[in-house]
């Protein structure tokens, strides 16, 4: 079971930036990836970037060069970083871990959530 715990949300001016944290239960050694979701009200939850336990790193095409996902394996932490902070980046952010535990399973843990809100 991994719990994870998310904060570091709130109110933020367009072009302002914002840390978000992710504290996990267990070694990120152990989770193949932890990634950052958002969803907006009234759209589907979608990826927003993700880190393997090797340290590469994906990111959502309307996120690039924005937004920045890192961890602190000693801390058991993973960060998003955002910079450049849009309207359209509102939103309640979700930690996720995703777990392999199979050839063919693998399991899914989330965070409640932080409310990241950018406006003016």
């Known amino acids: 079971q991994v719990q994870l715990v998310e904060s570091g949300g709130g109110l933020v001016q367009p072009g302002g930036s914002l840390r978000l944290s992710c504290a996990a239960s267990v070694r990120i050694f152990s989770i193949n990836v932890m990634g950052w979701y958002r969803q907006a009200p009234g759209k589907q939850r979608e990826l927003v970037a993700d880190?393997?336990?090797?340290?590469?790193?994906n990111y959502a095409d309307s996120v690039k060069g924005r937004f920045t996902i890192s961890r602190d394996n000693a801390k058991n932490t993973v960060y998003l970083r955002m910079n450049s902070l849009k309207p359209e980046d509102t939103a309640v952010y979700y930690c996720?871990?995703?777990?392999?535990?199979?050839?063919?399973?693998?399991?899914?843990?989330w965070g409640q959530g932080t409310q990241v809100t950018v406006s003016s």
């Open positions: 996720n871990a995703w777990v392999l535990v199979g050839g063919d399973s693998a399991n899914d843990y």
């Open positions: 880190i393997t336990s090797s340290g590469s790193t």
